[in-house]
């Protein structure tokens, strides 16, 4: 038995018992003195006597208990408390515990139950298990066309080798993540709806933290298993993750080859895209695309092939929207205001609709449709307001998260297709939103479809 553990149990034990057990008990933990027998009862009915003592062992690593004080700096220096880490939980452990055996138990229930409540909490489609899917490799006959893709692995395993390396210094791992690449993700991370946008130096304090064999730290990603820029959980399953990048690598021309026989039937003719797919870690999106990077973020998916092809779909649909694109703005100055809501539902729903994701069930989606078409016609009579903060708060709703205005977006893709067929979206991808949203009035009046109120209407009619 190593010598701090015993150092710490014997707080609660005799010898003799601490001999016989080898372990704490959850019932012998009520007899002692000023236990909270609240947190005792909480501990047991959420946790098993393993994780407890594994979470003692960590916890017995400090000298002096009053060092996990230092824990909630590290939620404010990531982010957490701005992503749904128990703020409740924070302020307490700012509070110097009391010495001995109550302290210990205080201290491991505010850690356990600030964990528990980190992974009860949905966040924007990332799951924390790994679904032990098998690579199902699919054959596609695809002829001859103006998109040319790949995959780059080496973000995804700069990473790695990181959090793999508890020594590496500052400059080094700054260094690392000095490339295109990685501007590209800091880039997409500093848009307006992001609460904690990224910088390279928030990324090297993440992942030195993350690689770092420091009790403190370890203890840290352990109470916040999404802490970190995700990198807490990378490091955890570095090995897994290493694994599933294998996988995509000798798999490659199988997905992209899926991908194009999906993307191509409402691809203009003559489009041309040369674009490597480039693999991440990092919080706050599943995938992305900033100027001429498309970004995945793998911890997102695991070994879920499924979602990973689905999500890589309306990535590299976002790259052909790019690459025709003649970058038509809303010219009409009373509903220029409306700019970024009516390109975000056009360009988000024709890629969600190419890709056909399945994260949700057909409840879930007809629910976000609702929710996208309430949005909208919020942000019209907010325009009639001059209401300005209103249309941008709705913006941010509807697109964070891959939020009500992907799945808004798909449904009007889907009935312009059923009423003029693929060839429409052709034609109206380089037109911009615009088009995009006479196209669906045109297709509501040809099929004799209610879908907006008489308001919204009227606004897309005068759109130009």
Not at 18 to 31: G, I, R, Y
Not at 236 to 245: A, T
Not at 423 to 429: F, S, T, V
Request: with cysteine.
């Amino acid at each position: 038995m190593r010598k701090s553990y015993l150092l710490i149990l014997v707080l609660f034990f005799t010898s003799a018992q601490l001999m016989a057990q080898q372990s704490v008990s959850f019932n012998n933990l009520s007899s002692v003195n000023n236990v909270d027998a609240g947190e005792v009862k909480w501990l047991q009915a959420n946790s098993n006597s393993d994780q407890f003592n594994s979470l003692i062992a960590m916890l017995s690593k400090f000298p002096r208990l009053s060092a996990i004080q230092m824990l909630p700096a590290s939620s404010f220096y990531d982010g957490s408390l701005n992503n749904g880490i128990s703020k409740g939980t924070m302020d307490s452990l700012y509070l110097k515990p009391t010495s001995a055996a109550a302290g210990m138990v205080h201290a491991a229930y505010l850690i356990e139950k600030t964990r528990q409540s980190i992974l009860k909490t949905k966040e924007g489609g990332l799951t924390d298990e790994f679904s032990g899917e098998q690579f199902k490799v699919s054959h596609f006959t695809v002829s001859q066309n103006g998109l040319n893709l790949s995959f780059d692995l080496s973000p995804a395993q700069t990473i790695l080798r990181i959090v793999s390396s508890p020594n590496i210094s500052y400059n080094d791992a700054y260094q690392s993540i000095s490339s295109h690449n990685f501007d590209a993700q800091i880039n997409h991370r500093n848009q307006s709806f992001y609460p904690f946008p990224y910088t390279r130096e928030k990324m090297v304090y993440c992942l030195l933290k993350a690689a770092s064999d420091e009790p403190l730290d370890i203890l840290y990603r352990y109470m916040n298993p999404r802490g970190l820029f995700h990198y807490a959980e990378v490091r955890k399953d570095k090995e897994k993750y290493s694994n599933i990048l294998q996988t995509l690598e000798a798999n490659q021309v199988s997905i992209l080859d899926e991908i194009k026989a999906t993307i191509l039937p409402l691809t203009p003719n003559g489009a041309n895209v040369n674009r490597k797919v480039s693999l991440f870690f990092g919080r706050g999106a599943d995938g992305w695309a900033s100027g001429d990077v498309t970004g995945m973020d793998l911890e997102y998916y695991k070994d879920n092939y499924t979602n990973f092809i689905a999500v890589l779909k309306h990535e590299t649909y976002h790259t052909v929207q790019q690459a025709v694109s003649l970058n038509k703005q809303v010219t009409v100055p009373q509903y220029q205001p409306l700019q970024d809501v009516l390109i975000s539902i056009f360009l988000e729903g024709t890629a969600t609709y190419v890709s056909n994701p399945n994260k949700k069930t057909e409840a879930e989606y007809r629910a976000a449709i609702a929710k996208g078409k309430q949005l909208f016609e919020e942000v019209i009579v907010a325009l009639k307001n001059n209401d300005k903060d209103k249309i941008n708060s709705n913006y941010v709703l509807g697109v964070r998260g891959a939020g009500p205005f992907y799945y808004l977006g798909a449904d009007m893709t889907g009935i312009i297709v059923k009423a003029f067929g693929n060839d429409k979206i052709k034609e109206i991808l380089p037109q911009g939103s615009v088009a995009f949203f006479k196209a669906f009035n045109d297709a509501c009046k040809k099929d004799h479809i209610s879908y907006f109120s008489a308001d919204v209407v009227k606004v897309i009619e005068g759109l130009a």
